[in-house]
T-cell receptor, first 114, second 112 residues
Framework: DQQVKQNSPSLSVQEGRISILNCDYTNSMFDYFLWYKKYPAEGPTFLIS?????DKNEDGRFTVFLNKSAKHLSLHIVPSQPGDSAVYFCAASAANSGNTPLVFGKGTRLSVIA | DAGVTQSPTHLIKTRGQQVTLRCSPK?????VSWYQQALGQGPQFIFQ???????QRGNFPDRFSGHQFPNYSSELNVNALLLGDSALYLC???????????FGPGTRLLVL
């Protein structure tokens, strides 16, 4: 039973436009959410996170939105750049304590076309 | 500032063999977590080490074991390898009580 779901395996976006990656979760105990980006032959790289006490967190071109009632979060990338092409993983944990296991979705492959 | 490092990068083993993977955490981090990423899947939590003890464990059999050394580096051991153990093994380090988990590049294990 998947607790974190990324229902779109792939997404293709034109350079300069907005990329929106979605993630749904089922476990109500999750209260900290993260996005990681992964290039081939590299480990996941931390991108941005959000605590359940917030509904939005922004870092440069990246914004994460959290809708707790819908158990849904999304990552917005504006403007999208070719270097953003990678697999994006949504992850959730029960706390941001550094020692709480992360539960990952299956990932969404983003392709930004020049 | 060195990030998380893992060795080896690639490994080929045959069924029934044993394997040891190694991880050095990011400087200043004291906690190491191991994840298995099968093809087409997201990383799945195996276990976590803090203060040289296994603190939490995911849904993995006892064939998977580990160790953490006084310098916070860690090993993952897998005994009696199965074909299904073929995957990318990722190590992540963090600092308790608060801190994001940072991942290494992974070790790709192929079991034939």
């Amino acid at each position: 039973d998947q607790q974190v779901k990324q229902n779109s395996p792939s997404l293709s976006v034109q350079e300069g436009r907005i990329s929106i990656l979605n993630c749904d979760y089922t476990n109500s105990m999750f209260d900290y959410f993260l996005w990681y980006k992964k290039y081939p032959a590299e480990g996941p790289t931390f991108l941005i996170s959000i605590s359940s006490i917030k509904d939005k967190n922004e870092d440069g071109r990246f914004t994460v939105f959290l809708n707790k009632s819908a158990k849904h979060l999304s990552l917005h990338i504006v403007p999208s750049q070719p270097g953003d092409s990678a697999v994006y993983f949504c992850a959730a944990s029960a706390a941001n304590s550094g020692n709480t296991p992360l539960v990952f979705g299956k990932g969404t492959r983003l392709s930004v076309i020049a | 500032d060195a990030g998380v490092t893992q060795s080896p990068t690639h490994l080929i083993k045959t069924r029934g063999q044993q394997v040891t993977l190694r991880c050095s955490p990011k400087s200043g981090h004291d906690t190491v977590s191991w994840y298995q990423q099968a093809l087409g899947q997201g990383p799945q939590f195996i276990f976590q080490y803090y203060e040289e003890e296994e603190r939490q464990r995911g849904n993995f059999p006892d064939r998977f074991s580990g160790h953490q050394f006084p310098n916070y580096s860690s090993e993952l051991n897998v005994n009696a390898l199965l074909l299904g153990d073929s995957a990318l093994y990722l190590c992540a380090s963090s600092l308790v009580p608060s801190g994001t988990q940072y991942f290494g590049p992974g070790t790709r294990l192929l079991v034939l």
